[in-house]
C-alpha cells in the first residue's frame, strides 16, 4: 500500500506517530462509516468519523464520534463553548477542510481547526479515522491523535 500513502499518512510519518493504515474497496461515492467497519471487519465503536460544524459565532469546529452514532449538537456546542452549532452545508467541506466527503480527516486539515474527539476514544487502545482520501483509514493511538492535533475530549454524542 506504500504507494497509496496520503498526505495524512505522510503528516503521521513526520512527527514519528506510529500508525496502521487500512484500505477498503470503494467507488467514488462516500460509504457510511459502519460499512466501512464492516469493510475493514472492525468494532464500530473503534472506527471514527470526522464531522465539520459551525458555531454561531462563525468558528468552524471539527468533531470525531463514533460512525454509528450521531453528533448531539446541543452537547458539541457546550463542549467548545458555542451557543448552538449547525453542521456545515457538505458542499462547503472542500473549501473549508481540503477534503471531499468520506475521505474528511481530523489530520491535516486546510486550517487547525479546534478538534474534539468522542471521550469514547479514551476508552480504547487504538481509534481509526479517515486517512483523507476515500477508501483509506488510518489506525492510530487516541493519545497520538490528540497530541497531534491538540484536540480535546467531552460528551459529543446523544
Same mark, same amino acid.
Given at each position: /500500500?506504500?504507494?497509496?500513502?496520503?498526505?495524512? /499518512?505522510?503528516?503521521?510519518?513526520? &512527527?514519528?506517530?506510529?500508525?496502521?493504515?487500512?484500505?477498503?474497496?470503494?467507488?467514488?461515492?462516500?460509504?457510511?462509516?459502519?460499512?466501512? *467497519?464492516?469493510?475493514?471487519?472492525?468494532?464500530?465503536?473503534?472506527?471514527?468519523?470526522?464531522?465539520?460544524?459551525?458555531?454561531?459565532? +462563525?468558528?468552524?469546529?471539527?468533531?470525531?464520534?463514533?460512525?454509528?452514532?450521531? #453528533?448531539? !449538537?446541543?452537547?458539541?456546542?457546550?463542549?467548545? +463553548?458555542?451557543?448552538? /452549532?449547525?453542521?456545515? &452545508?457538505?458542499?462547503? !467541506?472542500?473549501? !473549508?477542510?481540503?477534503?471531499?466527503?468520506?475521505?474528511?480527516?481530523?489530520?491535516? #486539515?486546510?486550517?487547525?481547526?479546534?478538534?474534539?474527539?468522542?471521550?469514547?476514544?479514551?476508552?480504547?487502545?487504538?481509534?481509526?479515522?479517515?486517512? +483523507?482520501?476515500?477508501?483509506?483509514?488510518?489506525?492510530?493511538?487516541?493519545?497520538? #491523535?490528540? *497530541?497531534?492535533?491538540?484536540?480535546?475530549?467531552?460528551? !459529543?454524542?446523544?
Amino acid at each position: /500500500m506504500a504507494e497509496n500513502k496520503t498526505n495524512v /499518512m505522510r503528516i503521521l510519518e513526520q &512527527h514519528k506517530i506510529p500508525y496502521t493504515p487500512h484500505e477498503y474497496p470503494h467507488g467514488k461515492e462516500a460509504v457510511d462509516g459502519v460499512h466501512v *467497519a464492516e469493510l475493514l471487519g472492525q468494532d464500530v465503536k473503534q472506527v471514527f468519523k470526522t464531522l465539520v460544524a459551525r458555531g454561531k459565532s +462563525g468558528s468552524i469546529y471539527v468533531f470525531v464520534i463514533p460512525v454509528a452514532e450521531e #453528533l448531539n !449538537l446541543k452537547k458539541a456546542a457546550k463542549a467548545v +463553548g458555542e451557543k448552538a /452549532m449547525e453542521m456545515i &452545508h457538505v458542499k462547503e !467541506l472542500l473549501g !473549508l477542510t481540503g477534503y471531499v466527503r468520506g475521505g474528511c480527516s481530523p489530520v491535516g #486539515l486546510k486550517k487547525p481547526y479546534p478538534v474534539t474527539l468522542h471521550e469514547s476514544a479514551n476508552d480504547i487502545p487504538t481509534i481509526i479515522v479517515s486517512a +483523507g482520501k476515500i477508501g483509506y483509514q488510518i489506525e492510530l493511538a487516541p493519545a497520538d #491523535l490528540i *497530541a497531534l492535533v491538540q484536540a480535546k475530549t467531552a460528551d !459529543l454524542i446523544s
